[in-house]
Nanobody, 121 residues
Framework: QVQLVESGGGLVQAGGSLRLSCAAS????????MGWYRQCPGKQRELVAT???????NLADSVKGRFTISRDNAKNTVYLQMNSLKPEDTAVYYC???????????????WGQGTQVTVSS
């Protein structure tokens, strides 16, 4: 079985920083893209940032210049460094990864359980 376990969420004041981590474990042959999404109550889940296995990144316009995504392929871990946080960044943040369990098999999407980020004004 494959698991994605997030950590690093919490409560922070506006202007502060948090670093989220997400580690993939289990039966893993290869990981393609990894990323972070967020969801506010009553709203759809939205993309925050993605990073390919070659470390090419894509960030939502709302977080460019404030958030940085990175990954450690040896540890099957993706990070989201969040600086200059704003109250509108408050959401549940979910980790996502495209994982191949056996070489030559197809890739499947896996999700973490989510971690709450709350930014107070």
């Amino acid at each position: 079985q494959v698991q994605l376990v997030e950590s690093g969420g919490g409560l922070v004041q506006a202007g502060g920083s948090l670093r989220l981590s997400c580690a993939a474990s289990g039966s893993i042959a290869r990981i393609n893209a990894m990323g972070w999404y967020r969801q506010c109550p009553g709203k759809q889940r939205e993309l925050v940032a993605t990073i390919t296995s070659g470390r090419r990144t894509n960030l939502a316009d709302s977080v460019k210049g404030r958030f940085t995504i990175s990954r450690d392929n040896a540890k099957n871990t993706v990070y989201l460094q969040m600086n200059s946080l704003k109250p509108e960044d408050t959401a549940v943040y979910y980790c996502n990864a495209e994982i191949q369990k056996l070489l030559g098999a197809r890739f499947y999407d896996y999700w973490g359980q989510g971690t709450q980020v709350t930014v107070s004004s």
